[in-house]
């Protein structure tokens, strides 16, 4: 049965980053925009053009999290391609990682940003701030 991928707001991923134990992993795959648009504070870096690469070192990341956002500018076409490599690899080894939820966060960073949600400029990977924000 393949992985169901779902959209999510961001005033969902807002409400769920808040919780008392966050248990949510943010995956941005934008490439070098990241660098200089800024991002998602305490979000992981996995660029798209070699996300197929680093999946097994994803999956060390997000070690006890149950749910992952992938997102890029849009997520119209990155985000929701690394998404889905992620659910076909998962469902291809059979390994139990603890995933329960993958998803896409609509609208991307530029949807994000632009609704005034906060964003980091920090140039650290990885993103160290505050994953409350």
């Given at each position: 049965?393949?992985?169901?991928?779902?959209?999510?707001?961001?005033?969902?991923?807002?409400?769920?980053?808040?919780?008392?134990?966050?248990?949510?992993?943010?995956?941005?795959?934008?490439?070098?925009?990241?660098?200089?648009?800024?991002?998602?504070?305490?979000?992981?870096?996995?660029?798209?053009?070699?996300?197929?690469?680093?999946?097994?070192?994803l999956l060390q990341e997000?070690?006890?999290?149950?749910?992952?956002?992938?997102?890029?500018?849009?997520?119209?076409?990155?985000?929701?391609?690394?998404?889905?490599?992620?659910?076909?690899?998962?469902?291809?080894?059979?390994?139990?990682?603890?995933?329960?939820?993958?998803?896409?966060?609509?609208?991307?960073?530029?949807?994000?940003?632009?609704?005034?949600?906060?964003?980091?400029?920090?140039?650290?990977?990885?993103?160290?701030?505050?994953?409350?924000?």
């Open positions: 049965m393949a992985r169901t991928i779902s959209y999510i707001t961001g005033s969902q991923l807002l409400s769920l980053r808040r919780l008392p134990t966050p248990s949510i992993a943010i995956v941005d795959v934008r490439d070098d925009e990241r660098s200089y648009d800024g991002h998602i504070s305490g979000s992981l870096h996995y660029a798209s053009d070699n996300f197929s690469e680093n999946m097994s070192k997000v070690k006890g999290k149950d749910t992952l956002v992938f997102h890029c500018a849009l997520s119209q076409v990155r985000g929701p391609t690394c998404a889905r490599k992620l659910a076909n690899y998962l469902e291809e080894s059979k390994e139990d990682v603890g995933i329960k939820n993958i998803m896409i966060l609509e609208r991307g960073f530029n949807g994000w940003e632009a609704s005034g949600r906060p964003v980091c400029r920090c140039t650290n990977v990885p993103c160290k701030e505050s994953e409350s924000a």
